[in-house]
Nanobody
Framework: QVQLVESGGGSVQAGGSLSLSCAAP????????MGWFRQAPGKEREGVAA???????YYADSVKGRFTISKDSAKNTLYLRMHSLAPEDTAMYYC?????????????????WGKGSLVTVSS
């Protein structure tokens, strides 16, 4: 069973920044497609960003230029750095991992999921 553990969520005012981390003990982050998804109250889950094993980055249009996905292979950890946050970014954010090294269909979901970390942005 793949374990993904998110941390770093919290509350921030609009315009502020937050960073999320995803630890993956026993699962090699650098060898797989990894991503972040979010689900706001009353809305469907949506893909935020993904990173494949070859360094290709993917972003939802709504976060381009504001969010950055990255990984630290030595720490086996995935990150999401969020800037210029807005109230519409408020959601539960989930780390996800795919069994593939590529991310062609990342927006549709992945194989493994963390329990989520709440991000709240106030106006």
């Amino acid at each position: 069973q793949v374990q993904l553990v998110e941390s770093g969520g919290g509350s921030v005012q609009a315009g502020g920044s937050l960073s999320l981390s995803c630890a993956a003990p026993g699962y090699i982050v650098s060898n797989h497609c990894m991503g972040w998804f979010r689900q706001a109250p009353g809305k469907e889950r949506e893909g935020v960003a993904a990173l494949d094993a070859y360094g290709t980055l993917y972003y939802a249009d709504s976060v381009k230029g504001r969010f950055t996905i990255s990984k630290d292979s030595a720490k086996n950890t995935l990150y999401l750095r969020m800037h210029s946050l807005a109230p519409e970014d408020t959601a539960m954010y989930y780390c996800a991992a795919d069994g593939s090294s590529w991310c062609p269909g990342w927006i549709n979901g992945m194989d493994y999921w963390g329990k989520g970390s709440l991000v709240t942005v106030s106006s």
